[in-house]
C-alpha cells in the first residue's frame, strides 16, 4: 500500500509539486496522467528517495520515505524512462547481479533468482554477453530483470514508453501487466490517455503540480459525463487553466 | 554507509572501468612502454652524440703546411697518444671543415723548424667552426695534445740544461669526492620522477572520474542505481576509491616502466647523462610517508574530480572541467621542477601537488627533514577531508544530480 500525504517539492520559488495526497492500494496500478512538465517526474522521484520532499511524505508499504529511506529504496523497482540504462561493458547478468547484490540479496539466493529471471525472460542465449552488444529489445528485458531482481513489492514506472517503437511498448505493457499478476503495487506515470486507459486500476490527473482529481476509469467517466477519458483530461487541465 | 555497499559499488566499478580498453591503454600500458622507450631513444642518442663527437676525428693541415717533416711531427709527437684523430689529406681544407669532411686544420707558422730549433715559440693556428659540435670538440682535443707535446718539449729542454724539469710545477693538483656513495643519486632523476610522479596522481583519476558519474548520468543508469538500497554516501565513496585507484594505476606503470627501461639499459634512467644510479639508500620512513603524501594527494584530487563529475551537465562538459583542472595541477609541477631539494622551503610542503613532488625529491636525494614531511602530510590529510566533504556535499545536492 502506497499513501502518499501533501507531498510538496519546491525549486526555488517554483513549485513543481503542490500538496499532492493519494492512496494506492496492494496489487493496484495507479496511473499519474499529466502533461510536461506536469510533476510526474519530480513525483515518483520523491517517492524512489532520490529528492527530498518540501512538505510531506508518503509511507511504501511498510516504511515511510524520510525516516527509512534506505529500506524503501529496497522495496521498489524503478524503470524510469524509455532507455535501458545498462552497463555497457558489463554482461546482462552481471548488470541483473549488481542490482541484487546492492539490494544485500545473498550468493545463493542472486545466484536462483538470476537464474530463473534469464529463463523467464527468454534470455539464455545471451546472458553472458555484455550489453553493448545487445540489441534493444534485449536490453529492455535485461532492464526489467534487473529492476525486480530483489523482488520488490513496489514498482515504479516513469513514463517506461516514452521514445518506443511499437513492439517495444508492447513488451512494457507486458511486463507491467506481469507485475501486477505478481501482485505488486504499482504507480505508472505516462501522458499518454490510451495507455493510461489500457493499464490503470485507478488515475490521478496531475496538472502544474497539483493533482486535479483521482478516480478509476468508470469513476471518471460517470462523474463527467464522458465515454472518451482523452476529453475529461483535456477539460481537466486544458480547460481549467488555459483559458 | 555501509561498507559492503562500499564495496559491491568499488568492486564493479573497477571491473567495469578494467574493461574499457581506452582507459586501460591510456592509463596502464602507454607509461610502461613509452616512458622506457623515450628514456632509451633519448639516452641513446645522447650517448651516441657523446661518442660522434669525439670518436673519428679527421684533421688535415693547410696548404702552406703540408709537408713530410711537419706530418711527422704530428702523427708522432703531437697526436701520438691520440688514436681517435686522424690526419688526412683535403684540397680545400676550409672548404672540406664546412663540408664536415674534417673537423680541423692546422696551419704552421712558416719558420717554425728555426725557431723550434733555436728554442723560440712558433704559432700552430687551429682553424675551426664554432658551429660544429664536432669542430669544436677537436678544438679542445687539439689544444690539448698541443699542450702535452710541450711540456714534453720543455721537460727535454730542460733536461738539457741540468734542471730538475719539477721547478715548472710550483704547486701539484689533487682532488679527493667525499660525496657519499649512498647518496649520489642522479639530478635528472630527482627533476623528472617525482613531476612525472605528481602529474600521474593528479590525472590518474580523470577518465574513471568522468566515467563514474557524468558518464552514469549521460547513459541513464544513475537514477536506477539511486533507488537501491545503499545510501549516497556508500555509493559516492564505491566511485572515490575506484577513482583513487585508478591515480595510482598509472603511477604503478609508470614505476613498472622505468624499471623495464632499466633492466634494458641501466643508463635510460638518466637519459643517458652517464652518472649510473649507485643503489639509493632511502630511510623507510621517509619513503612511507612519501608514499602516503601521494596516496593522500591521489584522493584530493579524487574528491575534486568527483565533485567537478557529478557538478557537471553532460559527460563532454566533465571532461572539459577535469581538463582545466589538470592543467591548473601541472603549472605548480612545472614551476618547481628545477627546484633542488635542498632549496626546497617549509611552506612548499603545505601546497597541494608541490608538497608530493617536493617529498620525493626530499627522499630521492637522501637528505631526509622529517619536520617538512610531517608538515606534508598533515596538510595533505587536511586537503584530503576538504573535498571529499565538497563531493559528498556536490553528490547529495539535487540540483547537480538531476540537472538537464
Ligand atoms: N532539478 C530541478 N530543478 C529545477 N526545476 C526542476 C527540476 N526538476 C524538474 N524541475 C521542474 O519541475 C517541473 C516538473 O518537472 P517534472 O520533470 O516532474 O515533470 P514531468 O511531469 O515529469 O514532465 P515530462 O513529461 O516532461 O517528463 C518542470 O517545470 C521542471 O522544469
Ligand atoms: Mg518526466
Known amino acids: ?243 | 554507509m555501509n561498507i559492503k555497499h562500499v564495496w559491491i559499488v568499488f568492486k564493479k566499478e573497477v571491473k567495469d572501468i578494467a574493461r574499457d580498453k581506452k582507459t586501460l591503454i591510456t592509463s596502464l600500458l602507454v607509461p610502461m612502454i613509452i616512458i622506457p622507450l623515450m628514456n632509451i631513444l633519448v639516452g641513446g642518442g645522447v650517448q651516441k652524440m657523446q661518442r660522434d663527437i669525439t670518436e673519428n676525428i679527421s684533421i688535415a693541415l693547410s696548404e702552406n703546411s703540408r709537408t713530410d717533416e711537419i706530418k711527422e711531427l704530428i702523427q708522432n709527437d703531437i697526436l701520438g697518444n691520440w688514436p681517435n684523430i686522424k690526419l688526412i689529406d683535403v684540397d680545400d681544407p676550409i672548404e672540406a671543415i664546412r663540408q664536415e669532411v674534417i673537423s680541423a686544420v692546422l696551419d704552421f707558422e712558416k719558420d717554425y723548424k728555426e725557431k723550434m730549433e733555436s728554442g723560440k715559440p712558433f704559432t700552430i693556428n687551429i682553424i675551426y667552426d664554432r658551429m660544429k659540435l664536432k669542430s669544436e670538440a677537436s678544438l679542445q682535443m687539439l689544444s690539448q695534445a698541443i699542450g702535452e707535446f710541450n711540456a714534453r718539449v720543455v721537460r727535454e729542454r730542460l733536461t738539457a740544461l741540468n734542471i730538475n724539469p719539477e721547478i715548472l710545477e710550483p704547486a701539484r693538483i689533487e682532488h679527493t669526492d667525499v660525496a657519499d656513495e649512498n647518496k649520489s643519486s642522479n639530478p635528472i632523476l630527482i627533476m623528472t620522477l617525482p613531476f612525472m610522479l605528481g602529474l600521474l596522481v593528479v590525472v590518474g583519476g580523470i577518465p574513471a572520474a568522468t566515467d563514474l558519474v557524468a558518464g552514469e548520468k549521460e547513459r541513464n543508469t544513475f537514477e536506477p542505481l539511486l533507488t537501491t538500497k545503499p545510501d549516497r554516501a556508500s555509493i559516492l565513496l564505491g566511485k572515490y576509491f575506484t577513482v583513487t585507484l585508478f591515480s595510482f594505476v598509472s603511477v604503478v606503470s609508470i614505476i613498472i616502466g622505468f624499471a623495464i627501461g632499466y633492466m634494458i639499459n641501466p643508463n635510460s634512467l638518466t637519459m643517458g647523462t652517464g652518472t649510473e644510479i649507485t643503489g639509493f639508500n632511502i630511510p623507510t620512513p621517509a619513503l612511507v610517508l612519501a608514499i602516503l603524501i601521494a596516496i593522500a594527494l591521489g584522493m584530493t584530487f579524487a574528491g575534486i574530480q568527483i565533485a567537478l563529475s557529478t557538478y557537471a551537465r553532460s559527460f563532454k562538459e566533465a571532461q572539459t572541467y577535469l581538463s582545466f583542472l589538470m592543467i591548473a595541477a601541472m603549472i605548480p609541477g612545472y614551476a618547481t621542477m628545477f627546484t633542488q631539494p635542498a632549496d626546497i622551503q617549509l611552506v612548499m610542503y603545505f601546497i597541494p601537488v608541490i608538497n608530493t613532488i617536493s617529498a620525493f625529491k626530499m627522499v630521492l636525494s637522501g637528505t631526509i627533514n622529517y619536520t617538512n614531511l610531517l608538515a606534508a602530510l598533515l596538510s595533505s590529510v587536511v586537503y584530503v577531508a576538504l573535498t571529499l566533504t565538497l563531493a559528498t556535499s556536490m553528490f547529495n545536492k539535487e540540483k547537480a544530480l538531476f540537472r538537464s
Open chain 1, 1 to 243: 500500500m502506497i499513501k502518499v500525504k501533501g507531498l510538496t517539492k519546491k525549486f526555488g520559488d517554483f513549485t513543481a509539486v503542490n500538496h499532492i495526497s493519494f492512496e494506492v492500494n496492494d496489487g493496484e496500478i495507479f496511473g499519474l496522467l499529466g502533461e510536461n512538465g506536469a510533476g510526474k517526474t519530480t513525483t515518483l522521484r520523491m517517492l524512489a528517495t532520490m529528492l527530498k520532499p518540501t512538505e510531506g511524505t508518503a509511507e511504501m508499504g511498510d516504511f515511510d520515505i524520510l525516516k527509512e529511506p534506505a529500506k524503501v529504496r529496497a522495496s521498489i523497482g524503478i524503470l524510469f524512462g524509455g532507455e535501458s540504462g545498462l552497463y555497457d561493458r558489463l554482461t546482462a547478468v552481471e548488470n541483473i547481479t549488481y542490482f541484487a547484490e546492492l539490494n544485500d540479496m545473498d550468493k545463493e539466493s542472486i545466484k536462483e533468482r538470476v537464474n530463473y529471471l534469464v529463463k523467464a525472460f527468454g534470455m539464455e542465449e545471451y546472458a553472458n554477453r555484455r550489453a553493448s552488444k545487445l540489441s534493444k529489445g534485449m536490453k529492455q528485458k535485461v532492464a526489467f530483470a534487473r529492476a525486480i531482481v530483489h523482488n520488490p513489492d513496489i514498482m515504479l514506472f516513469d513514463e517506461p514508453t516514452s521514445g518506443l517503437d511499437v513492439s517495444a511498448i508492447r513488451g512494457v505493457h507486458e511486463f507491467i501487466r506481469e507485475c501486477k499478476r505478481q501482485g505488486k503495487t504499482i504507480v505508472l506515470s505516462s501522458h499518454s490517455m490510451s495507455e493510461v486507459e489500457k493499464l490503470c486500476d485507478r488515475i490521478g490527473i496531475i496538472h502544474k503540480g497539483n493533482l486535479v482529481d483521482t478516480g478509476t476509469i468508470e469513476e471518471f467517466k460517470e462523474k463527467y459525463n464522458n465515454p472518451n477519458l482523452e476529453e475529461i483530461f483535456v477539460r481537466l487541465v486544458g480547460g481549467k487553466h488555459e483559458h
